[in-house]
């Protein structure tokens, strides 16, 4: 209980009583508190977008998957930023003091993100909140520098005092972003089912469109042969530089029951005209479908390109998003194709 309440007063005196604060501490011993707060932010703050990936990791499966998972900690990014700025401001050595400084932009993101979540988000462009976070960080480190010993010799530290404005604010910064980690947590838990694409194992979801050619095109349609369906827009810089393998792809083993067949799921302008322009210019061989958005709720997409490979009895054998390596496309295929599948 003493450890915990020396936590707290030294959090909101960091808050409530920053140079004093920073004085108590010595120059290159003390507390760590960097790991701490940072978990706090990540789930204070941003559980919802790293369940989300992990949702598509584990739907995915597999080495191919990483990179899902990995983009999802981009959110940390600008806390990771910000410390780096903060410590370069107070100098070596100072790691816990840096770490206190940080507590700004964690209250205010995750205030942030509790107004957010009752339905009263804040009219500010993305990532403005830890921008404005990182400049309070920076702020508060440059008003406590002349606090912090020059020296880097050892000196006595006290633990600041145990003031009761300083121990509620320090209660604040573990209880504010708990509260909005559980909420989080229990929307992640009611809608983790729909979180992550349509993945292997499942059926394909009923469906109805229509080619570019006007002719209807179906789940059932899917059946008798293995598809490969590519969702993809006309802006997607990855979807073009991958729009060359698939043609081969489609070419090469469209003799051996396999058939590529694009999505096209552009939603502003004219669909069609788009969408016919995109194929003219590059060529492709394959059936164009147009998708007003039902096909891509229905397989639960986020990211473009999105694979959704098919075997002929109509189930789903494999889903990758974004880049693919050509073996490791082609074997998926040959495992779809193969006289046992």
Known sequence: MNTLLTALARWGGALVHPRATAAALAPDAGPRDGLLFLLLFAAGAHLLPLGDAAADFVAMAGLAALPTLLAGFTVLIPWLVATLGVEAILGP??????????????????????????????????YSIEIAGAALAAA??????????????????????????????????VLLPLVSAGRDAADLAEHWGTLAPVSAGEEVPEFHVNDLD???????DLRGKAHLLVFFTSWCGVC???????AAVHRELGERGFEVVGVN??????????????????????????????????????????????????QIRWVHQGRVMDRTLRA???AATSPDA
């Open 265 to 314: 799921c552009d939603r502003e302008g004219d669909q069609r005209a788009i969408a016919a322009r995109y194929r003219d210019d590059k060529g492709l061989p394959f059936r164009v479908l147009l998708d007003h958005g039902a096909l891509a709720r229905a397989f639960r997409l986020s990211v473009y390109p999105h694979l959704v490979l098919v075997d002929k009895h109509g």
């Open 240 to 246: 073009s530089d991958e729009m060359a393998t698939y």
């Open 214 to 220: 006007g002719l209807d095109f179906t789940a059932a």
């Open 140 to 173: 508060l480190a440059i008003w406590i520098r002349p606090a912090v010993r020059l020296s880097r010799e050892p000196a006595p530290s006290a633990p600041p005092p145990r003031r009761p404005a300083a121990l509620v604010v320090g209660a604040l910064v």
């Open 332 to 334: 998926s295929i040959a």
């Open 93 to 126: 050595h100072r790691a816990h003091r840096a770490a206190l400084c940080l507590l700004p932009m964690l209250l205010l993101v995750v205030l942030a993100r509790l107004l957010a979540g009752a339905g009263h988000p804040l009219p500010v462009p993305k």
